[in-house]
């Protein structure tokens, strides 16, 4: 028996990773690190890859090209057995025919851990997410969110250096995924060295507990970044709009730069490095969108209406381009038809370089 | 059942034991019956009478039923052990190594029993491998008839255990065996056990290529059955059918009362 049983240091790499199911490339030379300690969520519409990068971690999927990297490890060539990785998936794959405390104790076991500990060890895994009662039901008698727990446990038994999980909320309704990405939150704090590589198609999962978020969409990494980063300075249309659902409008910056033209609008935003004349896309945030007069003023009918409690998202229909703004609750519900103006902050808009869509590392 | 009139009930029922009762009781009600008679010349058997038990279960029976036990425990041993490993070997094969194993498996179902046992005996009647004469060559041949019914029933749940679990296992640091050991055979238990069950019912009963094989000294109980009804001790022979029927039954509801234990969900 070879590594495996001693934790390896938290961080994973990949460098120029692909994977291709005969012929049909699923993923498109990634290149991505995850610090030690880092949780880093990969966030993409389903199909995007995501399932596929965490497996070619875990051993599961063989690069066609690349490496991956456990710590200092070259791992692409090892088994998964020899890789020392907790890893956690959608149905949570509990042993049916093992009781908890077995589930939890069975990696211990099969790594040939000191016998004497394991007990201990399995208690601990199991205080850790709350499941200390549960020791001896067979996972048939727990709930989703119970059995979700006592994976995370069973993963956690053998400290691995890093922790993969794929959308392990999923599976929870609505109440409960909120309740465990809190408890997720928690976990992480007590468990400060492990590298968190967590795979969702949840904006807010990943908003919620990473420390950056890799984007996926066909395939491709499109954006890397901090959750703060993405959101209020997406570098992509695909991140502007799948992080946050941003307004994307087609613009032409005026010569010489300074202002935008969208649909004969002058807007004055901040055109950065984007040269004059070019065409670009002006992405600006629905809650920072806000009705009345003000500065960038565009006048528009409404076009739809929704209520969503605390706020109204507005579909405003400017010159045939759709906005959405998302105002605080009215009092008087604007209704169909109605013209109004809708205003945002210079500061609070972002132009995207047409094409914008490089992958970053 | 998705009759839920009660009429329809009552119907259903009342088909059920027109063809159960006369296809599969009724014969075997009288096997038993006969079993208890020293004549039956009208409708029913007359004179009631343990004796053929008495014969049954003494002397040459008791050793042919433990000769039947022993062979079809043995042979369904083997069959299991053969029939998982190409059940396990195959699920991991691709689609066409699969295809070649199973219809090499299904060789031995398609082929009649009889053929077989010809088979057995013209391979086995001389060196390098001398079985003729020995209880081997019986146990051998019974092995390659039910190995078949071993190999699909593993097979089939072989090909729906759902990979995450090995997967699982493997992530957890084990090693292909452990998982073999400690996840998928658990897993498969239920289709072992069914398996088991299925192949000794299988071999208890063989007759056809068994006739051929057996030597003098290992006679299993169809045979035994056989031999006295050809002589005219018809029943004799049903008790000792009876003590056969009893003895499968037994062991398979041994069998089935493990696999309850072990199937899960
Ligand atoms: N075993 C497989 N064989 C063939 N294609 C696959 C296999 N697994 C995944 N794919 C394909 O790879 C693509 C990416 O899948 P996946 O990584 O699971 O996406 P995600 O997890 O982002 O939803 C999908 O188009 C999927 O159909
Ligand atoms: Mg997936």
Redesign the interface.
């Known amino acids: 028996m070879t590594g495996g049983a001693e934790a390896v240091r938290g961080g994973i790499r990949f460098d120029g990773v692909s994977v291709a199911y005969g012929g049909n490339v699923v993923l498109d030379r990634l290149d991505l690190t995850v610090e030690p300690g880092e949780v880093m969520a990969l966030l993409g519409p389903s199909g995007s890859g995501k399932t596929t990068a965490l497996r070619a971690v875990a051993g599961f999927v063989r690069p066609a090209a690349g490496r991956v990297f456990i710590g200092d490890r070259d791992v692409t060539a090892l088994p998964p057995h020899k890789r020392g990785i907790g890893m956690v998936v959608q149905q949570y794959a509990l042993f049916p025919h093992l009781r908890v405390q077995d589930n939890v104790a069975f990696g211990l076991k099969a790594q040939k851990a000191d016998k004497a500990g394991i007990p201990g060890r399995v208690a601990e895994a199991l205080e850790l997410v709350g499941m200390g009662d549960y020791a001896r039901r067979y996972p048939r008698e727990l709930s989703g969110g119970q059995q979700q727990r006592v994976a995370i446990a069973r993963a956690l038994a053998i400290r691995p250096g890093v922790l993969l999980l794929d959308e392990p909320l999923s599976a929870l309704d609505a109440q409960l995924r909120s309740g465990m990405l809190t408890e997720l939150a928690r976990l992480h704090r007590e468990l400060p060295d492990v590298s968190i590589l967590y795979v969702t198609h949840d904006q807010v999962e990943a908003l919620t507990l990473a420390d950056r978020i890799a984007v996926m969409d066909k395939a491709r990494l499109q954006d890397c970044g901090t959750p703060q980063e993405l959101y209020r300075r997406p570098r992509t249309e695909f991140t502007a709009s799948f992080v946050g659902n941003a307004n994307l409008l087609p613009v032409t910056v005026a010569e010489p730069a300074g202002t935008v033209d969208f649909a004969g609008h002058a807007l004055a935003v901040p055109t950065g490095s984007v040269a004059g004349g070019a065409t670009a896309t002006l992405c600006v945030r629905p809650h920072l969108v806000g009705l009345g007069d003000g500065p960038n003023a565009l006048t528009g009918t409404i076009s739809e209406v929704q209520w969503r409690g605390s706020t109204h998202r507005l579909y405003v229909d400017v010159d045939g381009h759709r906005v959405k703004a998302d105002v605080r609750e009215l009092r008087d519900t604007p209704v169909l038809g109605d013209r109004v103006t809708l205003h945002f902050a210079a500061h609070d808009a972002v132009l995207l370089p047409q094409g914008a869509g490089a992958s970053h590392g | 059942m998705l009759v839920h009139s009660r009429t329809g009930k009552w119907a259903t029922w009342a088909v059920f034991l027109l063809l159960f009762v006369p296809l599969f009781a009724v014969p075997l009600l009288v096997v038993l019956a006969a079993s208890f008679a020293t004549n039956w010349s009208g409708a029913f058997p007359s004179g009631p009478t343990l004796d053929h038990y008495d014969a049954a279960t003494a002397g040459d029976s008791l050793q042919a039923l433990t000769t039947s036990l022993v062979t079809a425990v043995t042979a369904s041993l083997a069959a299991l052990t053969i029939g998982t490993w190409a059940a396990l070997a195959a699920a991991s094969l691709g689609r066409r190594g699969k295809r070649f194993l199973d219809a090499l498996f299904m060789l031995p179902v398609a082929v009649p029993s009889v053929v077989v046992g010809l088979a057995v005996l013209v391979a086995f009647s001389q060196p390098p491998v001398l079985l003729n004469g020995t209880r081997w060559i019986v146990i051998l041949a019974h092995t390659v008839l039910v190995t078949a019914f071993a190999y699909t029933s593993v097979s089939a749940a072989a090909v729906r255990l ?1 990979p ?2 090995a ?10 065996s ?1 998982v073999l050991l ?2 998928r055979l ?2 498969l ?1 239920p289709s072992l056990t069914a398996a088991a069950g299925l192949c000794f019912a299988l071999s208890m009963g063989e007759l056809s290529a068994t006739m051929m094989l057996y030597p003098p000294d290992w006679t299993p109980l169809p045979v035994q059955i056989f031999a006295a009804t050809d002589r005219g001790s018809l029943f004799t022979g049903a008790a000792v059918a009876v003590v056969l029927m009893a003895a499968t039954l037994l062991v398979l509801f041994a069998v089935s009362r493990i696999r309850t234990r ?1 199937s ?2």
């Open positions: 759902d995450m679990y997967q699982a296992a493997a992530s957890l640091g084990a090693r292909p452990y400690r996840v658990p897993l238990l072990a899960y969900r």
